[in-house]
């Protein structure tokens, strides 16, 4: 079965941090660029970050910027996403997807998510 398993959310005060993990299984991750969306209650599902397959190159979201860094264990079949200085507009459901390349729009897989919760 192929598919992606997020973990490592939860609740965390403001200023904390949250390391979340994104592993695949039946499928390797190396020749994949790996995205973090979340969404929030109410809210459209948003960009967060994103890795290329080498890990060479990243982007951010602006609202991140500073705060969040992803990286990537190829030889763990895993993409991690450091949140640290959380804040409460940072809750919601982190979803990690597979594509082609961090440009492509197509995602070939989408993970089932993982709250995370600000919240003092």
């Known amino acids: 079965q192929l598919q992606l398993v997020e973990s490592g959310g939860g609740l965390v005060q403001p200023g904390g941090s949250l390391r979340l993990s994104c592993v695949a299984s039946?499928?390797?991750?190396?020749?994949?660029?790996i995205g973090w969306f979340r969404q929030a209650p109410g809210k459209e599902r948003e960009g967060v970050s994103c890795?290329?397959?080498?890990?060479?190159?990243?982007n951010y979201a602006d609202s991140v910027k500073g705060r969040f860094t992803i990286s990537r264990d190829n030889g763990k079949n895993t993409v991690y996403l450091q949140m640290n200085s959380l804040k409460p507009e940072d809750t919601a459901v982190y979803y990690c997807?597979?594509?082609?390349?961090?440009?492509?729009?197509?995602?070939?897989?989408w993970g089932q998510g993982t709250q995370v919760t600000v919240s003092s």
């Open positions: 039946g499928f390797t991750l190396n020749y994949r660029a």
């Open positions: 890795i290329s397959s080498s890990g060479g190159s990243t």
């Open positions: 997807a597979a594509k082609s390349a961090c440009l492509a729009t197509r995602i070939a897989y």
